[in-house]
């Protein structure tokens, strides 16, 4: 004999306005941004800062200084 294996099965399929209903509370959370104690521009907690380049009081990455795109006229 073989065993009957009940599964737990939706009765009836939700609705698509039902599961979208149920995800509006489905929400990204603020990073947390601290100010990074060398330049004061708000960066991500535990990361390097990608202003200045420093983590820790030194610095860790060099910082490539962005020259602006020049618009083609
Ligand atoms: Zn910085």
């Not at 941004?33 to 860790?60: E, F, I």
């Amino acid at each position: 004999m073989k065993e009957v294996v009940s599964v737990a099965l939706p009765k009836r399929r939700h609705s698509k306005t039902r599961g979208r209903k149920r995800r509006t509370h489905w929400k990204t959370a603020q990073p947390n941004l601290a100010a990074c104690p060398q330049c004061k521009h708000p960066k991500l907690a535990h990361r390097v800062c990608p202003v200045c380049g420093y983590y820790d009081g030194r610095q860790v990455i060099e910082v490539k200084v962005k020259e602006k795109k020049k618009k083609k006229q």
